[in-house]
């Protein structure tokens, strides 16, 4: 897909793609029997990491969450907590 | 349409891991107006916070999935204006013309070329996010700083503390430059600034169309990350943002602010405000106050007419 050539060199080699995951010290963990499908967190997410599904709802994807806690603060219901990433010691 | 549907519908045009810091509101607006605005999309980057996250790309990759240019400091929208220009003359009005600058691009550096863009009516959607000051290159101070912030370039000290000017207050200036559009937004009011977003696109069809967004920055603010919205959220109700869109039929207040809370409120858990004196948080509600009522004053003479 990236093999083309473009006037200028910026983006022929691809796409520049950090792994943003490595940062979180803690991760959100979304309880589906709290959580009502409002939304709220998917539309302040600055990562788009909460991500919908049309069956499952609304999900957390890791894959680039920076663990910035946006979406535990600002969920109405209280479904999003924080866990230390890594698990208890 | 409801925002959440646009949301679910609308895929994502920057690359999904950028360097900006947790929580910024920078990265959260940025995502937001691109989303909106799709893949027939250009968009300039000028130097700043995104930027420097890599959405303008990194070595040789691109930061974004659509077509990104980083102008310089100062030159964002005479830049936009000459390819909106291309784009027009080879009938191609359907490509949105985006930038996505910070304050310093916009209100001090970049602001000769904006002002004149804006006055010569240029089509494109000019979109700054506001997280009052250069915060890329170490938290210097910016023309939109509040006053009595703590930045690299006003520190807190014993003969002075803080930024001792007050802020100057962008979006009203561009207002009074006769575009076909200039909002303010925060991203706390997610469906308000999806909405503007459109409007702004459309707009941008046929001038000028100008939305300033209150970013929060947890980094040089020095409040933790998940506050961001809550930040921003109070400085809607404390009156320091208040939200409003000029648009050809005038004024309108969008969040009509009955009981505001003190500015006070605001500041409390902000670092950059942690020394801050009487005489400062005085004129700082003073501001607001004056701001609020600048907005409502113009508003009603819209719905007299």
């Known amino acids: ?89 | 349409m409801n925002y959440l549907d646009i949301l679910k519908n609308s895929p994502d045009m920057v690359s999904p891991g950028i360097s900006a810091c947790q929580g910024c509101g920078g990265e959260l607006v940025l995502r937001r107006v691109l989303q909106v605005a799709g893949e027939n999309t250009i968009v300039a980057v000028p130097p700043g916070c995104m930027a420097g996250s890599g959405v303008v790309g990194w070595s040789h990759d691109s930061g974004m999935k659509i077509p990104v240019h980083i102008p310089l400091l100062d030159n964002t929208a005479s830049f936009l204006s000459g390819l909106s220009h291309i784009y027009r003359r080879s009938g191609r009005e359907d490509v949105n013309i985006v930038a996505i600058a910070g304050d310093g691009a916009s209100a001090d550096c970049g602001f000769q070329s904006l002002s004149g863009a804006a006055e010569r009516g240029e089509h494109m959607l000019y979109v700054c996010y506001d997280n009052e000051g250069y915060m890329n290159t170490g938290y210097q101070r910016s023309s939109t700083t509040t006053e009595g912030s703590r930045t690299s370039t006003t520190p807190l000290g014993r003969r002075f503390s803080g930024k001792q000017q007050p802020q100057k207050y962008v979006p009203l200036i561009m207002s009074m430059h006769g575009a076909a559009y200039c909002a303010t937004a925060t991203p706390a009011n997610m469906p308000d600034l999806i909405r503007k977003i459109q409007k702004g696109l459309a707009a941008s069809k046929t001038g000028f169309a100008y939305l300033h967004v209150f970013s929060p920055c947890p980094t040089g603010w020095s409040f933790a990350p998940d506050r961001t919205i809550e930040v921003a959220r109070r400085a809607v109700k404390s009156n320091m943002f208040p939200l409003w869109e000029r648009d050809g039929d005038g004024w309108t207040l969008n969040y009509v602010n009955e009981r505001p809370i003190p500015v006070s409120e605001f500041v409390e858990g902000i670092g950059k405000f942690s020394k801050l004196s009487e005489r400062q948080l005085a004129s700082i509600q003073r501001a607001a106050d004056e701001r609020y009522a600048a907005v409502s004053a113009l508003a009603s003479i819209q719905n007299r007419a």
């Open chain 1, 1 to 89: 897909m990236y093999d083309r050539h473009f006037v200028t060199p910026v983006g022929n080699r691809g796409m520049y793609v950090l792994d943003t995951s490595s940062w979180r010290t803690h991760r959100p963990v979304m309880d589906k029997a709290t959580c009502v499908n409002c939304g709220i967190c998917m539309g302040y997410c600055p990562v788009n990491s909460v991500r919908w599904s049309e069956g499952g709802g609304y999900y957390i994807s890791y894959d680039y969450c920076k663990g910035c806690g946006i979406c535990a603060a600002e969920c109405p219901r209280g479904a999003i907590s924080m866990e230390r990433e890594g698990g208890e010691e």
